[in-house]
Each structure stands twice: as C-alpha cells, then as structure tokens.
C-alpha cells in the first residue's frame, strides 16, 4: 500500500485512533507506533496510560513522508 491509498483508507476509518490502530494502517510494529508517538513525530495524546491518535494527525505525517 502507498502513502496515497494509507491516506485515502484514513479517510473511512474513526476520528481518534489507537497505538494499536496505528500501528494496524501503518503496517508498523508497537515499538515503532510508540517510538512515533513519544518522539511527537506523530501528534498523540493519553487517555489514563493510553496513547490516541487524532486521523488528521496520521495524516498530516504520511504526506510529510
């Protein structure tokens, strides 16, 4: 899959996401995921000791790739 079909898929799936998400679309493992998020290579918030990740964020670094 390329960066413009990941983003197109982005485009039907939930507003805020999971690492678990994340890493699922992205075709990525969990230390990967992590890595992105705790680096603010990807924007991410926590909920309680959970990582979310708004789609607009996903997408905003796909097309910076």
């Known amino acids: 899959i390329n960066?413009?079909?990941?983003?197109?898929m982005?485009?039907?799936?939930?507003?805020?996401?999971?690492l678990k998400?994340?890493?699922e679309l992205l075709h990525i493992?969990?230390?990967?995921?992590?890595?992105l998020v705790q680096s603010g290579e990807i924007?991410?918030?926590k909920v309680g000791k959970?990582?979310?990740?708004?789609?607009?964020?996903?997408?905003r670094y796909l097309k910076r790739q």
């Open 10 to 18: 982005l485009n039907n799936t939930k507003d805020i996401l999971t």
């Open 21 to 23: 998400d994340l890493q």
């Open 50 to 59: 959970q990582w979310r990740i708004v789609r607009e964020d996903i997408i």
């Open 29 to 35: 493992g969990k230390n990967t995921a992590l890595r």
């Open 43 to 45: 924007e991410a918030f």
């Open 3 to 8: 960066r413009k079909e990941r983003v197109i």
